[in-house]
């Protein structure tokens, strides 16, 4: 899984406004093709400012950036709630490393025996 984190900013005359996450979410969930592969939307919002973390499923991280951008696109191309604001700032990288104890991890299984 990949996360990207986007900013998005309000326009002079928003400057004020704050947006509901679920809101937001719900746009973005909207907006979104399955080809992006979102997983998951995490939201936090400041007077003029959105915060979006954009979880995406096993993409490269190049293609988990440019899915997370075009569905912040598309969602600000159609949602009225997100008229008069833009992406200011997109920054993608892996998950956080696997904390799980190497003895919880999943395994794949042992491969199946070769013919008769």
């Known amino acids: 899984m ?3 984190v986007i900013t998005l ?3 002079e005359d928003r400057a004020r406004q704050v947006l ?3 809101q ?3 746009a973005m969930w909207a907006a979104a093709d399955a080809e992006d592969r979102l997983e998951h939307i ?3 919002s400041v007077p003029g400012h959105f915060r979006l973390g954009i979880f995406t499923a096993a993409l490269p991280e190049h293609a988990a950036v440019a899915a997370a951008l075009g569905i912040c696109h598309r969602a600000l191309a159609t949602s009225p709630l997100l008229r008069g604001w833009s ?3 997109a920054s993608g990288g892996p998950r956080p490393p696997d904390r799980t104890p190497a ?3 999943a395994t794949p299984p042992p491969p199946a025996p070769e013919g008769p």
Do not use: F, K, N, P
Request: proline share 0%; aromatic share 0%.
């Open 103 to 105: 003895g919880l991890r």
């Open 2 to 4: 990949q996360l990207t």
């Open 24 to 26: 937001v979410a719900a």
């Open 9 to 11: 900013t309000a326009a």
């Open 42 to 44: 995490s939201t936090r």
């Open 87 to 89: 992406v200011a700032v």
């Open 20 to 22: 509901d996450g679920a």
